[in-house]
């Protein structure tokens, strides 16, 4: 559990690991260089209480403070913690037992609560919503291109896959969505416990909300290079790859996989504005035109609420296979 400056909210983080109904665990918490007396909350929360273990060190950021953690943690179990966050009382009992159950899958999630005020933070509500969705390896897998599959705090994995394919990097990027692309490039198999054993909360000072690490453009130049070899290994050289979508946005997110190596031989649109005209020489067709999947591959780049049901629609009455004829990525 990476800590900075969370003196009001990580006595109850600290509390919902206490409560636990596993109890074989350590809480390692790295304060990284908290200034508003973290530290003495930590050691108040730490009296007695021998599993807790508190490291103090100067601020680095939080990709070096996870690195630390996890070189510390002596389990072969890793589980993931915020210091504003609450872990239900059977989150790592249920988690312990999905991963001993199954010892193909290398990192388990679980769907959480979402902590904030729906309505005044609904665009967050919604993202919630789409993460409690996928549940199932198939579904993680496809829609890794979409956004990130977890929430960062509710996950637990083998120690082993640090040791094998490295731990979190430091890069103007999302250090967690990173992570699980590679992981997954690499073959590890991920799927969350279908229950909700985290509340994830949003409050406003959020890294995610502050750091531009986690703006949506970061989100898409972390993916192009992973969303780009994928293209290369799953997608034959005869079919040729149409993005859906011919908006400004999606065309310039688009480019980040030219510049890995995509050809994009034209785009899908469903405003007849774009449809028959031509963007870098690319031609605008409209969904009904798309030719049949022996011949294209098509990947949806909309992000606009209700795009992706309306391309998995359209697509699969078309008779494309998702992850096998389409992927969607936005």
């Keep these: 559990m990476p800590v900075r400056n969370a003196v ?186 279908p229950a909700t054993l985290l509340t994830w909360n949003d409050p406003p000072g959020r890294l995610s909300r502050t750091d531009p690490r986690y703006d949506a453009e970061a989100f898409h130049t972390c993916k192009a290079p992973y969303l780009a070899r994928w293209l290369a290994r799953h997608v034959s050289a005869r079919r040729q790859i149409l993005v859906w979508g011919a908006g400004r946005p999606t065309r310039r997110r688009a480019e980040w996989l030219v510049r890995h190596g995509v050809e994009i031989h034209g785009y899908v649109d469903v405003d007849p504005q774009k449809i028959g005209r031509q963007f870098a020489g690319r031609p605008v067709v409209g969904p009904d035109a798309v030719p049949s999947p022996d011949a294209v591959f098509i990947l949806g780049y909309v992000a606009k609420r209700g795009a992706r049901e309306l391309i998995r629609d359209c697509l699969g009455r078309r008779g494309y296979e998702e992850g096998r004829d389409f992927l969607l990525a936005a």
């Design 8 to 193: 009001a909210t990580v006595g109850v983080a600290v509390q919902s690991i206490v409560e636990q109904a596993f109890t074989d665990w350590e809480l390692v918490a790295v304060d990284d260089g908290s200034t508003d007396g973290t530290d003495q909350r930590l050691r108040q929360l730490g009296a007695g209480e021998p599993r807790i273990r508190v490291v103090y060190r100067p601020a680095r950021g939080i990709v070096a403070a996870l690195n630390e953690g996890m070189a510390l943690a002596r389990g072969r179990l890793i589980a993931r913690m915020d210091a504003d966050d609450e872990s239900h009382p059977e989150r790592l009992a249920q988690q312990v037992a999905a991963l001993e159950r199954d010892p193909g899958s290398g990192v388990v999630g679980t769907r959480v609560a979402f902590g904030g005020d729906p309505l005044a933070q609904a665009g967050y509500a919604l993202h919630v919503a789409w993460l409690n969705a996928l549940v199932t390896r198939r579904e993680i897998s496809l829609n890794r291109f979409v956004e990130s599959p977890f929430a960062h705090p509710s996950v637990m994995f083998r120690r082993e896959l640090v040791e094998r394919h490295g731990g979190y990097r430091d890069g103007p990027f999302p250090e967690d969505y990173e992570l699980w692309l590679r992981w997954l490039e690499a073959g590890v198999e991920m799927a969350k416990v």
